[in-house]
């Protein structure tokens, strides 16, 4: 009686986990690069017997979990996928370095051919977000991170403060209304400094010169740099820039960015308008339009350590709201400063006044423009301070 023998077999198998995923690439070696440069892999097994390259007509594999299995000459890689694609986890630093352009750098960096895609495909798709993009044989790769890791959450519990000096302007703000204010760092769901739940001195003297000068980046492209809750980013594009560029190193600052100025769009800018009432008529009716037609794809978010890059003819305006609070930083920014002001960029540097503008060292570097009194909500934030200053970098020739 075979019969019930098999049947006791039959009960399912408790697998332990997923192992791997086998691909086919047509050229092994500059795929590992590849896997290895763009998503940090790691080539294992390299002297085994049955892997590549000791075998050749055998899979290399990539730790964590990716066989990649080398097609033959005569064979055409697929064309169309229909869906396949295998999804690789990661924490949520990275992938909103990822997401906030990280990703895109890097399959243009790494790019080997002209047909090589470089598009990234955000989806949310609630509990769990995902990026999907290809590697050179256009196999389908994901990004993902589950939703008790996501931020959105996070960010969005914190108070939505109004700054009535700053044309009602809305802000995310980690205020004492907030467990987090706080909460021990260690206890706090985000695990980097919390740049981007304050609106800083420096922040708010640019953000108030760009609104009552709006003229200084109509229809320019504008770098906020070290853009921290975003303000500098969102006050452009309410006065009229074509284009924004908001970079931070910290990839929450551009997370937050992203939500304030998502909501600022949500709540239609009616505050700017109601503020702008004493405008002529025709920079009124500017204004008009750029708020019908801003939309979420306004800002190009960079999550990199930008400085010293040439950004030659790519920007017209560098908004660098207290970026002097670090000793290192701020003499690291100066001479890129400088380089982009000599190209003809308008380089505008908010502080309160630090040290680094007290003594003497850039006096023939910059020029002190406008100071403004701070709003009281970030004077009360930042005990003693009740006035932010405005410089323009000055060009060396
Ligand atoms: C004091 S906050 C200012 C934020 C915002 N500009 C404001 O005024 O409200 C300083 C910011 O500088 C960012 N930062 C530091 N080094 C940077 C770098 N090399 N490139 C871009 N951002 C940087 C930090 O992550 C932080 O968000």
């Not at 408790?14 to 192992?19: F, G, I, N, S």
């Not at 706090?188 to 003229?215: D, M, R, T, Y």
């Not at 560098?318 to 609070?325: K, N, P, S, T």
């Amino acid at each position: 009686m075979l019969r019930p023998f098999l049947s006791r077999l039959s009960s399912s198998l408790p697998v332990a986990a997923l192992d791997h995923v086998c691909i086919c690439v047509s050229d092994i070696s500059s795929s590992i690069d590849w896997y290895t440069s763009v998503l940090s892999l790691t080539h294992a097994h390299k002297s085994a017997e049955h892997f590549w390259p000791t075998d050749p007509q055998s899979p290399a594999f990539l730790s964590p979990g990716l066989a990649l299995f080398p097609l033959s000459t005569s064979t055409s890689p697929i064309r169309d996928h229909k869906g396949a694609h295998f999804a690789l986890s990661v924490d949520a630093s990275t992938f909103s370095r990822a997401k906030n352009g990280g990703l895109q750098a890097l399959l243009h960096q790494h790019r080997r051919h002209s047909r090589q895609s470089t598009f990234v495909e955000y989806e949310d798709y609630g509990i769990q977000k995902s990026l999907f993009f290809k590697d050179p044989d256009a196999n389908v790769i994901e990004l993902t991170l589950w939703g008790d890791e996501c931020h959105d959450a996070d960010l969005r519990s914190l108070e939505r403060v109004t700054f009535e000096t700053l044309d009602g302007i809305s802000l995310r703000m980690m205020t004492p209304a907030s467990p987090l204010y706080t909460s021990s760092y260690s206890d706090s769901p985000f695990h980097e400094l919390p740049w981007f739940g304050f609106l800083w001195p420096g922040g708010n003297a640019i953000a108030k010169h760009v609104l009552s000068n709006p003229k200084i980046v109509q229809g320019k492209t504008v770098l906020d740099f070290a853009c921290g809750c975003g303000v500098g980013s969102i006050v452009s594009l309410q006065s009229g820039a074509s284009r924004v560029v908001a970079n931070d190193i910290a990839p929450l600052c551009l997370e937050a960015t992203r939500l304030n100025y998502q909501e600022s769009l949500n709540q239609g800018w009616e505050s700017v308008s109601a503020s702008r009432a004493g405008v002529s008529q025709e920079e009124g009716e500017g204004e008009e339009e750029q708020r019908m037609t801003s939309n979420e794809n306004d800002i190009e978010y960079v999550c990199d350590d930008l400085v010293g890059t040439s950004l030659l003819g790519q920007v017209d305006v560098c908004l660098a709201g207290d970026v002097l609070y670090d000793d290192e930083l701020a003499r690291r920014v100066f001479p890129w400063f400088q380089e982009m002001a000599d190209k003809g960029c308008e380089v505008l540097v908010g502080d309160p006044g630090r040290w680094v503008l007290n003594e003497g060292t850039y006096d023939a570097v910059i020029e002190h423009i406008a100071s403004y009194p701070l709003d009281p909500k970030v004077s009360d934030e930042h005990h003693g301070l009740h006035t932010g200053n405005v410089w323009r970098v000055l060009p060396r020739s």
